[in-house]
Nanobody, 117 residues
Framework: QVQPVESGGASVQAGESLRLSCASA????????MAWFRQAPGKDREGIAA???????GYANSVKGRFTISKDNAKNTLYLQMNSLKPEDTAMYYC???????????WGQGTQVTVSS
């Protein structure tokens, strides 16, 4: 079992970059599918990026071309590189782990990203 722990959230200006990290307290991510979700105040939770155990990646249209998901198995860490940040990217960002790419989900506690114009 994993316990995702996110870090890297901050307050930045529009146009700047941030890299979020999601370390595993517990099992390795090697055979997991992983995803990043976000939730802004008053809005539904949104899945924005995912990577499977063969490193295939997918992105929501809202972040495609600006965000990059990656996974370092040696460091047992998932990343989200966020470039050209916009005020509408302001949200709590969550890392989610899916063991064996099944339906079980392990969520982290979230890390806050705030983008000001």
């Amino acid at each position: 079992q994993v316990q995702p722990v996110e870090s890297g959230g901050a307050s930045v200006q529009a146009g700047e970059s941030l890299r979020l990290s999601c370390a595993s307290a517990g099992d390795t991510y090697r055979n997991y599918c992983m995803a990043w979700f976000r939730q802004a105040p008053g809005k539904d939770r949104e899945g924005i990026a995912a990577i499977n155990n063969k490193y295939a990646k997918g992105y929501a249209n809202s972040v495609k071309g600006r965000f990059t998901i990656s996974k370092d198995n040696a460091k047992n860490t998932l990343y989200l590189q966020m470039n050209s940040l916009k005020p509408e990217d302001t949200a709590m960002y969550y890392c989610v782990a899916y063991p064996g790419c099944g339906t079980t989900q392990y969520w982290g506690q979230g890390t806050q990203v705030t983008v000001s114009s």
